[in-house]
């Protein structure tokens, strides 16, 4: 018989011996991701520079066509009021506002309701449409208004005073000789610096104080008894009352 093997415990406890195997791979060191962010480049900063300019090319052709559809209501209003007056005074034989025989012209004044008194509808037939161009009830520049209405040359009813408003929000109104300017005018108040200049180049002589148009800074100097005091030329940071003679 062969002697019985001896057994090495040490081995048999620690387990087998693990070697590498023949076809494993080496390791491979991660890399550090890369940036998700990178720079634009010269064609995307190019469209970016196109899409802008046309933005702003837009905006101030906007700007530019309102500038230009609010003058052209301002010279509008300006020339439709005027021959609403002259239409007036042709067919009446008499001015709106000084007309002493409106209360018996327009049947709205004689219909029952809420109706005038004579004093408080019809002028006193001078020739002359007294009263400040910032109208008070019932004098002859608040009824220059209700006679055109009555008379159907301007909207609106015939018992309204009101008075209309610009394209800058200032009010319209009528004064015998605003700013020393010979007979009936128009004032168009709150224009601004910019718009009256353009106006002034183009319907008068460019000078706030002299000409058939001129222009104040205060309401008050509109009144005929005392000359512009707006200097020589327009400031664009300003806005006047301007006073258009008829």
Do not use: C
């Not at 001078?126 to 009263?131: A, C, N, T, V």
């Amino acid at each position: 018989m062969r002697p019985a093997e001896s057994i090495d415990l040490t081995s048999a406890a620690s387990g087998p011996a693990r070697l590498p195997a023949a076809n494993s791979a080496p390791a491979v060191q991660a890399r550090p991701p890369e940036s998700s962010q990178r720079g634009f480049t010269m064609v995307e900063v190019a469209i970016v520079l196109v899409v802008v300019g046309l933005l702003v090319g837009g905006v101030l052709k906007g700007q530019e066509m309102i500038t230009n559809s609010k003058l052209k209501r301002l010279e509008s209003d300006n020339i439709g009021i005027s021959a609403a007056l002259l239409t007036y005074q042709d067919r009446y034989r008499a001015m709106p506002g000084d007309d002493d025989l409106a209360m018996l012209r327009f049947s709205i004044y004689t219909d029952g309701v809420n109706d005038p008194t004579p004093a408080e509808i019809n002028g006193n037939g001078d020739g002359i449409i007294d009263g400040n161009w910032m109208a008070a009830p019932n004098t002859e520049t608040a009824n220059f208004w209700k006679h055109l209405r009555a008379s159907g040359l301007i909207d609106g009813g015939g018992d309204d005073d009101t008075q209309p408003t610009n394209a800058y929000g200032g009010l319209i109104g009528l004064h015998d000789g605003s700013l020393l300017i010979s007979g009936h005018a128009l004032i168009f108040g709150s224009i601004e610096g910019p718009i009256a200049r353009v106006l002034e180049g183009r319907l008068d002589d460019g000078s706030p104080q002299s000409g058939r148009i001129q222009a104040d800074i205060a309401a008050g100097l509109m009144n005929g008894l005392v000359a512009s005091t707006a200097g020589a030329s327009y400031d664009d940071t300003l806005r006047y009352y301007m006073a258009f003679g008829l």
